[in-house]
């Protein structure tokens, strides 16, 4: 009990160093933020989606996604701690408060079901992956209440990006994929690629607050 403790305090404050004291002050404004995603929409905005470079999978669904991890993962991206071209040039072009508002925008836009409060269970080897992953005591126990705002709902997202997500974790010597986080690292590295494919497999279907929402035909 002491370890996993340890874990999620490590974890705690890891997720909160992306992001600086000054950009985690900044208060985000939905409606202003749903007039700056004309750049977001071209990829997170169609639905079923795919994007082909660097890697082939469904773009994520972001609509319902946390402001807190939404921020974390544009600074990380601005920062270089993701690598991906596109990402990392769009979050460079961003300010503080434009991150800020489009995260407060995309939390709002979710689904607003109501979800389980624990997730339903999955095959025997998926339910082993979760326990030795830990997965459930930073990301809740349904996948969609993480303990800390700067982690991701993951419950019904998009398995195949899951699974490029989690794998990128793993990946060190790429110039255009990889992800750097100690703690997301080291739970990666423990599973071999089939492990990942099941862990997102299973996470990918449950239900979910997540969504893309698709704008209409521009006149």
Do not use: W
């Amino acid at each position: 009990m002491k370890k996993i403790l340890l874990t999620v305090s490590v974890l705690v404050l890891t997720g909160a160093s992306t992001l600086s004291a000054h950009a985690q002050d900044i208060q985000g404004d939905k409606t202003v933020g749903a007039t700056k995603n004309a750049l977001c929409i071209g990829c997170h905005g169609i639905q079923g989606y795919h994007t082909g470079f660097p890697e082939v999978h469904k773009v994520p669904k972001i609509s319902g996604q946390g402001a807190g991890y939404i921020r974390a993962a544009l600074h990380a991206y601005k920062a270089g701690e993701r690598k991906h071209p596109s990402m990392r040039t769009l979050a460079s072009s961003l300010s503080d408060q434009d991150i800020a508002d489009l995260a407060a925008y995309y939390e709002s836009t979710g689904r607003g079901v109501t979800l389980p409060a624990t997730a339903a269970e999955g095959s025997a080897k998926a339910a082993e992956l979760v326990t030795q992953g830990g997965c459930t005591s930073c990301h809740g126990p349904n996948f969609s209440k993480p303990i800390d705002p700067s982690y991701p709902k993951i419950a019904g997202q998009h398995a195949d990006y899951l699974y490029v997500a989690l794998r990128s974790y793993k990946t060190n010597d790429k110039p255009l994929i990889g992800r750097a986080h100690p703690i997301m690292g080291g739970v990666a590295k423990q599973f071999s690629n089939a492990d990942l494919k099941v862990l997102a497999d299973y996470v990918g279907s449950l239900p979910s607050e997540l969504q893309t929402v698709q704008r209409g035909r521009v006149k």
